[in-house]
């Protein structure tokens, strides 16, 4: 099964965490890009993340739960509070969540980065 691809949207989109996934082999892009600006609006990236078969990982809980609602054919969502985690946690986090999980799982659902602590 192939393995889930990841969008950072503009709240999440550190290069730290972008080159820390890339360098274990995982397939991550961020905001921006060039089919992202950084101005997006949250639903247009998730909706670009969608269209382009990624799941998006975001600290904008309360702009993305009700986004969920409004678009549930979306390509999965990752939440997270921003200072819940530290980068090394988010690294080893979505690391776990990337190798573990297919990318069939992902499709409408919405997901705690927590799940993958362990």
Known sequence: MPKPRLHLDADTSKK????????????????PNEWMPLDAT???QLQGATARQRCLFTYNIRDFVPLARQIPRHGGIILAAQTALSLSQQIHALDRLLSETDAADWPG???????WLK
């Open 16 to 31: 730290s965490l972008h080159r820390a996934l890339l360098e274990r082999g995982h397939d991550v892009t961020r905001t």
């Open 109 to 115: 659902q919405v997901r705690w980065l927590n799940d």
């Open 42 to 44: 949250d639903e247009r």
